[in-house]
């Protein structure tokens, strides 16, 4: 855990006050060091950064995010790769955000990834970053959400957001971003179905990436007859197109797709209802998150866990009751905790 | 949402009561059709359920919970048919689980895979059960280690718990099961350097599935050398055996390394941090699923977080501000919820 951020929050003392200051100067300046340095904070997920972010979160809103998903070996990075050679084309400002499905345990990051990153990172106008989860649920796709805040008020136009694997917390993090291509890729066999059930509803556009090998037809008929069948809330029918983005084929025909759904998403009501909902549930993941750094900040707490847990091991008592005594722990003292500040 | 079981939480009337007692009591008694409506029950969440899972909790403690996870294709299915046998085999009472990514907006479950899990549920031996994500993060993890007090309580020896992807979410059931089991196969790419980083920690055994593939030699000598260069926590080094589970090849070994690993985590102190830990999780994620259901159930809270997303996307306010007035109505009157029940 980052000290400098805990103790900024108590009592910011000023030479972090300038030092922050400097950050977010740099942030909404568009220095790449500056954002990184940035991102690394958020990811570390020191309280502190709220204050720095909420300076930052005005100046969003102009950026628009693509998360690219889709199974191991689908050529995501590929697909990513090219997506950031056509948007940087037009001149905008890309960033590229790679979620690593890190182990829980150690926290690490890894290293095949970055090193394979490492040619996307030539072009001095594309800001490459990989980001990894610290070991709490959630903890993921709030440092993902913060992130955008940084890159969005730093002058980013095209956020491209690729998650590795279609996991429920691949599926938690392709939400943050305002549209989600899934890739699926030709011979998948049988767990392509599996698959499919998972992204078909966060899918605003498929890509049969790898379309070239044998087997596209019928995975392109699958994927349109599941789309058919779909009913979003939101009534939107996704488009599917094919690419071979190891040879940059079909990139300007998928960044259509991408564009014909922006303009959905940011033209018509149901398409601003997506947006609300990923606020209304960003809102009560951030309390959530809070209300157990409150608990687990005051003295005593952590052993009064670790004695529970004990017990419900032991089986003396079963753990809703646990939960009831810590949860009690939680709202009966949280208005004295917070008075005493 | 089930209202039989929110209505039934604050003031159980007769029948209802009757009724939870019969249930309790045909879990107890190992009858299917109890066990598979009970786990219904607490898939989709109600809170009354707590109230039976505290019941059952006691009579918890004997079922040895087997996780088997691992990327889409690699045939955890069949290798979960293959040591269900194996089990039944010992005349063992043998609970399947299988978890489906499914979609966290319609809650739908994989029709496919339930078809193809018919073939195993010709036993009447083996309770086979597909369980679904609703919606929420983290609702997964809690149904999954609620489903398993069930089984547990219903007198289930074994209990697999199978999960189809890599993701965090994964990770998070995985982590339920008291044996981790990850199945890699031969000529996966690139990917699955990815994928041993993320499942790193989490394997106990590892098991080149399809191990008369080629490449099965490449992918054995990759997972030992990442196995001996790793440092878990609590000094595992965890057994690698190859297998053929279409064949049915392998199944002893595979059962043999489960079996000494039991060994461990049940009679080394070592080997008991691990459930420890489990249960420390456990209990703050209650906690913080009750403190999130206690406040969307305030009356006007919903209208409140609604109204804040809104002014949160209009720009007028930024999420951390927005979150600091949602975490004071938590907080801040929390006690005299309490009081008024």
């Not at 990436?209 to 599941?226: C, M, P, S, T, Y």
């Not at 939680?330 to 208005?335: A, N, P, T």
């Amino acid at each position: 855990m980052p000290d400098e951020l805990n103790s900024g929050e108590g009592a910011p003392a000023a030479p972090e006050k300038r030092f922050s200051d400097g950050l977010v100067r740099g942030v909404l300046e568009g220095d790449f060091r500056s954002v990184a340095r940035m991102i690394t904070l958020v990811e570390d997920g020191g309280s502190g950064t709220s204050s720095l972010l909420r300076e930052l979160f005005p100046h969003t809103g102009r950026c628009f995010t693509i998360g690219v998903t889709g199974s191991p070996g689908s050529g995501k990075s590929t697909l990513v790769d090219c997506l950031a050679s056509h948007y940087r084309g037009l001149g905008l400002k890309v960033g590229i955000i790679a979620v690593d499905p890190t182990s829980p345990f150690s926290g690490g990051a890894i290293l095949g990834d970055r090193i394979r990153m490492q040619s996307r990172s030539l072009d001095p106008g594309t800001f490459i970053r990989s980001m990894a989860t610290r070991g709490h649920l959630g903890g993921l796709s709030r440092a993902t959400a913060d992130a955008l805040i940084v890159l969005d008020s730093a002058g980013f136009d095209i956020v491209l957001l690729e998650t590795v694997g279609v996991g429920q917390d691949e599926v938690e993090v392709a939400r943050a971003a305002q549209a989600t291509l899934v890739l699926v890729v030709p011979g998948m066999g049988d767990d392509i179905q599996a698959m499919k059930a998972g992204i078909m509803e966060i899918g605003d556009v498929f890509v049969i990436n790898k379309a070239d090998h044998a087997g596209a037809d019928r995975v392109e008929a699958e994927i349109r007859a599941l789309v058919s069948i779909s009913s979003r809330r939101d009534g939107w029918k996704p488009d599917v197109v094919r690419t071979v983005a190891s040879e940059e084929q079909g990139i300007d025909l998928c960044a259509g797709a991408i564009e014909r759904f922006r303009a959905f998403v940011t033209a018509s009501e149901e398409g601003r209802g997506r947006e609300l909902q990923v606020q209304r549930e960003r809102l009560l993941e951030l309390v959530r998150s809070r209300v157990l750094a409150d608990l687990m900040s005051r003295p005593g707490c952590a052993e009064l866990v670790e004695a529970l847990a004990r017990r419900v091991m032991s089986r003396e008592m079963d753990p809703f009751s646990a939960a009831d005594e810590l949860f009690a722990c939680v709202c009966g003292s949280s208005g004295d905790s917070r008075e005493s500040k």
